[in-house]
Every structure is written in structure tokens, then in C-alpha cells.
């Protein structure tokens, strides 16, 4: 769907005043690398002009198929309408008795047409785990790849290492950690609003013990920082490589731009430099396939419960069905033992 970026203006003091200053169709973002599908916000489509009340489902549902989109961008399409829905029901703006909820999956409501194939490139390595000989060739080459790119270098470790989201991982910033100095209670906190679940109000701050490996992409961010001392004025443990420093210089006309996701590495960006680094080492596999890999190997090592615990997961059926996913050797040394059960001895 994309990301909403407030424009500052100080003539704009209601959402009245955004409206009548930026009109449907407006100023449309046309450049392809930072819109590279053509998509439009609701407000500047067709829809952008019309009441609340005179949505129906059959609106909803020509728009979200009007393109060829994934399932997912299907279903968050949707869940952006039942949000401006549920919000204009809970502030009676349609008046005392609302329409029928017309954001409804059931009932007559809205379809979401499933593909029969995915058109999703990274699918393909949904049931992939790396096996421990690429990991260590991953690391071997994050460490080399750091002299050349700092920062991408070091939030590939620290994904490679934690398993944690790559959007996740690009939003920590140096406050998040605590008590550095104190090997036995160090730890990092991961706050809720930037957690992929922050709508729900069963989301909260989660709290990581730091490991010895953490430290270690810790250190070399502090080395990195030594380096390039400008970059200590950003508070991303990862900062962008193209930040525009005038901004950063200039707090009283952007006094918030330096924590802003311009500051931080882009998950854009982090996607080419992996599969830079997965092309050069001729392996298969995503940055998702990290985060699966340390499940995989780690439910190995200590068990489900534990890693379960590791990991914060909520549901072992999450981690049983996304996350553990044994590589093929492991599989055929299973299969192997299963098959000893029926080796009988002749009479």
C-alpha cells in the first residue's frame, strides 16, 4: 500500500485546509523507483470524491481487483477500508444508525479472489532454511562486505543473528539498548510502535537478553560510528547511506528529519545488497530465509518450548508452521532413522 509522508505546511491547520490545498490527483508521485507500480491513494482515485455513506461492497471489491495485486495487498486494501469505516461508525458521522458495514467479508460482502499461483518472487523460499555450512559463508562474507558497505553489512548480521524482522531491525535505534556495559543484564528493548503487529493492543515492548553475537555487531556499529563521526548525530543503529545531511544540520526548519525512515537503511535497500551477497556465494534463499534459519537450527539445538521463549513467538503453531523448516540433509537423516524401524532380522 505505501507509506504516507505528512508534507509541513504551516497554512494547513484542519484537514479542511489539507483538502481544499491538495485537491484528488494532485501532485501524484510519478517517479518509478519510489512508485514503481502506478498505485494511487483512495483520495486521489475515483473514490476520493465520494461520501462514506454511498460505499458498498461492489466499490470496495472493483477496486481492490483493479490491478494485478498479491493476495496481501489484497487484503490490507481492505483492511485500510474497515479502519475508515469502523472509525466513521465509532464517530456516528453517518449518523445514529450506520449502513450496512459494507468493508464485510461475509454475508454478501466483499471477495477476495485467491490466485492460483503466487506472483511473489520470495514464495519460493517459504519451506527454506539455509544449512550451517551457507551461514557460515554468509557471516564470512558480512564481515568483508562491511569494509565496503558499512551498515548494510551490520543489519544483515544482526537479522542473521536475532532472526528479527528486517523492518524491525532497520527502526532500532541507540536509545533501545540498556546497560551495554554490563555483560549479565545488557539487553535491548523492542518497542510496540515499531513492531509489525503495533495496532494491536495486545502488542507490547518486548525485551532481548544480548548475546554475545549481538555485542559483536554492536562493537562494530561503534567502530563505524568512529569512522564516519557524522554519523553519531542519527539515532538509527543503522543509518541510511543517503541521508540528506542539510536537513540533519537544519533542526529548527526539520527539527524531526533525523528520525525520520530517510535516516534509517531502506528494507529496499537491504533486499539488493542480499542478493548481491546471495549471487556472489550462488546459494537460494531470501532475508526472510534468515529469520527461518535461526528458528530451524535453533528449535534443533534447545527444543520448540524453549525457542518458542527465544524468540517471543506467541503460538508454537506459528513456529511450527512458518518458521521451522529442516533442511533437506536433516530430513533424509530422519527419514533414514524412521526406516531402521522395519529392518527385521531373517529366520
Same mark, same amino acid.
Given at each position: 500500500m505505501g507509506q504516507v509522508k505528512l508534507i509541513t505546511d504551516k497554512k494547513i491547520k484542519t484537514y479542511g485546509d489539507l483538502w481544499k490545498t491538495y485537491q484528488p490527483g494532485e501532485n501524484i508521485e510519478t517517479n518509478k523507483w519510489r512508485n514503481r507500480k502506478d498505485e494511487i491513494s483512495v483520495y486521489d482515485s475515483d473514490l476520493g470524491g465520494l461520501e462514506i455513506d454511498d460505499l458498498t461492497s461492489g466499490i470496495i471489491e472493483r477496486f481492490i481487483h483493479q490491478k494485478d495485486r498479491t493476495e496481501g495487498v489484497r487484503l490490507n486494501i481492505l483492511k485500510a477500508f474497515q479502519c475508515l469505516w469502523g472509525f466513521a461508525h465509532r464517530k456516528r458521522l453517518m449518523g445514529d444508525t450506520s449502513p450496512l458495514d459494507p468493508t464485510r467479508r461475509k454475508y454478501g460482502g466483499v471477495t477476495i479472489v485467491q490466485d492460483e499461483t503466487t506472483n511473489t518472487k520470495n514464495t519460493q523460499y517459504n519451506d527454506l532454511a *539455509?544449512?550451517?555450512d551457507q551461514v557460515r559463508r554468509i557471516e564470512k562474507e558480512l564481515v568483508s562486505y562491511g569494509k565496503k558497505k558499512p551498515f548494510i553489512a551490520e543489519v544483515l548480521q544482526w537479522i542473521l543473528y536475532t532472526g528479527m524482522r528486517k523492518s524491525d531491525a532497520c527502526k532500532l535505534k541507540w536509545e533501545n539498548i540498556h546497560n551495554f556495559n554490563d555483560k549479565k543484564k545488557a539487553y535491548i528493548i523492542h518497542k510496540r510502535e515499531d513492531q509489525k503487529g503495533r495496532a494491536s493492543k495486545k502488542t507490547k515492548d518486548?525485551?532481548?537478553?544480548?548475546? *554475545?553475537? &549481538?555485542?559483536? /555487531?554492536?562493537?562494530?556499529?561503534? /567502530?563505524?560510528?568512529?569512522? =564516519?563521526?557524522? =554519523?553519531?548525530?542519527?539515532p538509527f543503529l543503522f543509518p541510511s547511506g543517503q541521508i540528506n545531511w542539510d536537513k540533519v544540520n537544519d533542526p529548527i526548519n526539520y527539527p524531526d528529519h533525523k528520525y525520520s525512515d530517510e535516516c534509517r537503511v531502506s528494507e529496499r535497500t537491504l533486499n539488493d545488497h *542480499?542478493?548481491?551477497?546471495?549471487?556472489?556465494?550462488? !546459494?537460494?534463499?531470501? !532475508?526472510?530465509?534468515?529469520?527461518?534459519?535461526?528458528?530451524?537450527?535453533?528449535?534443533?539445538? !534447545?527444543?520448540?518450548?524453549? &525457542?518458542?521463549? /527465544? &524468540?517471543a513467538r506467541k503460538s508454537i503453531e506459528v513456529q511450527r508452521r512458518n518458521y521451522n523448516k529442516p533442511v533437506d540433509e536433516r530430513k533424509q537423516k530422519w527419514a533414514n532413522e524412521v526406516a531402521q524401524i522395519y529392518q527385521f532380522k531373517n529366520n
Open positions: *539455509f544449512t550451517l518486548e525485551k532481548f537478553p544480548i548475546t *554475545f553475537l &549481538m555485542r559483536r /555487531v554492536i562493537r562494530r556499529l561503534i /567502530v563505524q560510528r568512529k569512522k =564516519y563521526p557524522k =554519523y553519531q548525530w542519527i *542480499f542478493n548481491k551477497i546471495r549471487d556472489k556465494l550462488g !546459494i537460494q534463499g531470501s !532475508i526472510r530465509t534468515l529469520r527461518k534459519t535461526k528458528d530451524t537450527w535453533g528449535i534443533d539445538k !534447545i527444543g520448540e518450548q524453549k &525457542m518458542m521463549t /527465544v &524468540m
